[in-house]
């Protein structure tokens, strides 16, 4: 089984269709799918992702962000002290690290994730978790 963590870039090139990144994500996704596989995220992507749907009233990609996660069977994860007690470690320790990507990074390290697939490559100093980049895929 692997627990596979999205970071909001990837949702992001999914929902948006941006190509080539999108094609990658999909076959990612398909060729993840399945009971032996977890995909998880945090609702911070919420604060990230909905911000642009949100200010445009675009009503429809709200709704198609809701039906992503649920029809590939996203577990949502809340952060709690722990984990944002890991983001500042993650902070202290890694140079050039926003408050954002810390506390994706602590959720996934959090809750033992395999994966932690983005698209920022600056990521990858972590060793805490297997950073992938899309671009890798």
């Known amino acids: 089984m692997s627990k ?3 970071d909001t870039t990837p949702l992001i ?3 948006d269709d941006e190509k080539p990144f999108s094609d990658k994500i999909v076959n990612f996704i398909l060729n993840h799918q399945g009971e032996d596989n977890h995909f998880l995220t945090s609702s911070i992507t919420d604060t ?3 911000v642009f749907p949100f200010r445009m009233q675009n009503f ?3 709704a198609a962000y809701e039906t992503f996660l649920q029809d590939f069977n996203f577990q949502i994860v ?3 002290r722990s984990i944002t007690k890991k983001a500042a470690e993650i902070r202290a320790k890694y140079k050039g690290i926003k408050g954002m990507d810390s506390i994706h990074l602590a959720t996934s390290i959090y809750f033992n994730c395999d994966i932690f697939l ?3 490559t600056q990521l990858k100093q972590v060793v805490e978790v297997n ?4 671009d890798e895929l």
């Open 48 to 50: 990230e992702y909905l």
């Open 78 to 80: 809340e952060p709690n």
């Open 60 to 62: 429809e990609k709200i």
């Open 13 to 15: 090139y999914f929902l």
């Open 118 to 120: 983005t698209n920022d």
């Open 131 to 134: 950073v992938v980049c899309v």
């Open 4 to 6: 596979i963590y999205f």
